[in-house]
């Protein structure tokens, strides 16, 4: 409520009692409160509040934020990427806030489910569920510039602009599944079918790369004439598409080389230039000389989203979040899934859980 002295307020909203206060259309208020949470579950208390006294106004001023602690020591055992992604969320600037399907995509956020396969147990659901994904947005990627034209690209870059109304970069699956209906007449299950292969961080929101990717998806199996059931499904798909679009798909063999020929310079340039592609670093994880689809399945192991949207920042530092205050205490995996779940109902809609069983594997400490 507006004049509240709750410090999981926004500021704008608790700022003044005397007057009702209207949020601009898309004002991101939600999540200055989810990073009020992660900021009492990081470092134990909750953020100061701005009845607490003009110098911790000013403190505010300075940081460009309001994640600052009572206990300002709290932070010093925290990564730089926890607290700053408070901080983003925390943000006195309301226009500086992130929405929340951009902060799902936060560095922090993502460290919690990496790419990496070799972080999962085999077998579990997760890991085989990534695996799927991966080598669906890897190949549907790479071919993308050969199965879509360039007039396409452009139709479906404008539409998202258009659909991606507080210009984060992303908007939510239903309406990317409804903009591959209307302007690119994919069947409504064809659309879901391709946009869950490609959502592989499963935030339930995606970015111009994967809207891209599935319509390539579609594109290139369209000669399947049904829909596939499952990402393992369309992968299996996709992999006979790859062989048939740059080798030989009888023998299921291709080389680096008919792939760069194949891949239309046009269609190259754009998703490069507005979608975050690097094909020369998509195009290096692929084995030298001829390779078969195993070659191409490993491939699609190892790439871990680099050379696209997907690629994950690299910690700055060596603190772990996952010690101290209620991460030790609460689990620094139930944390993240705490704010996950909370920024997806801002707005995004349910998102399928993860397997409940499957952790990540403990990696080995770095040596000194």
């Known amino acids: 409520m507006k004049g509240s002295p709750n410090p999981y307020a926004a500021p704008e909203i608790a700022s003044d009692a005397r007057a009702p206060y209207h949020a601009p259309p898309g004002a991101p208020l939600d999540v200055w409160s989810v990073g009020a949470i992660a900021h009492q579950l990081l470092v134990g208390s909750p953020p100061l509040r701005q009845e607490e006294g003009a110098g911790a106004i000013a403190a505010l001023a300075r940081l460009g934020s309001g994640a600052l602690s009572r206990e300002p020591d709290g932070w010093l055992e925290r990564t730089t990427m926890s607290r700053e992604f408070v901080g983003r969320l925390m943000n006195t600037q309301v ?5 929340a399907a951009a902060a799902l995509q936060d560095p922090w956020m993502q460290a919690i489910f990496p790419l990496s396969l070799a972080s999962w147990p085999a077998g579990c659901e997760t890991y085989i569920g990534l695996e799927h994904r991966l080598f669906c947005y890897f190949v549907s990627v790479l071919l993308l510039p050969n199965v879509v034209q360039y007039r396409d690209c452009f139709q479906m ?6 659909a ?3 210009k984060d970069g992303f908007i939510s699956t239903a309406v990317a599944q409804r903009l591959l209906q ?7 299950s064809t659309a879901a079918a391709v946009l869950e292969a490609v959502d592989v961080k499963r935030a339930g929101a995606v970015d111009l790369c994967a809207l891209l990717a599935a319509f390539a998806a579609a594109r290139a199996t369209q000669a399947e004439h049904t829909t ?9 798909r996709l992999e006979r598409a790859f062989f048939h679009a740059f080798g030989d798909a009888q023998r299921m063999v291709a080389s680096p080389e008919h792939v760069e020929s194949g891949l239309t310079a046009t269609v190259v340039k ?5 979608a975050g592609v690097q094909y020369e670093e998509l195009l290096n994880f692929l084995p030298g000389g001829a390779f078969e689809k195993e070659a191409l399945r490993e ?3 190892e ?3 680099r050379g696209t949207p997907l690629s994950p920042e690299s910690p700055d530092d060596d603190r772990d979040d996952s010690e101290h205050s209620w991460g030790e205490a609460f689990g620094l995996e139930r944390v993240h899934d705490l704010v996950k779940g909370v920024l997806q109902t801002c707005g995004l809609g349910a998102v399928a859980p993860c397997d409940q069983h499957c952790h990540m594997v403990p990696m080995a400490p770095a040596s000194a």
């Open 299 to 301: 491939a699609a192991r």
């Open 270 to 274: 754009e998703v490069e230039a507005h």
């Open 182 to 188: 209307e302007q690119r007449g994919l069947a409504p």
């Open 228 to 236: 596939p059931r499952t990402p393992d499904e369309l992968a299996k």
């Open 303 to 305: 790439y871990q989203g």
């Open 164 to 166: 991606d109304e507080d």
């Open 157 to 162: 870059r404008s539409g998202f602009m258009t």
């Open 95 to 99: 226009s500086q806030r992130p929405s």
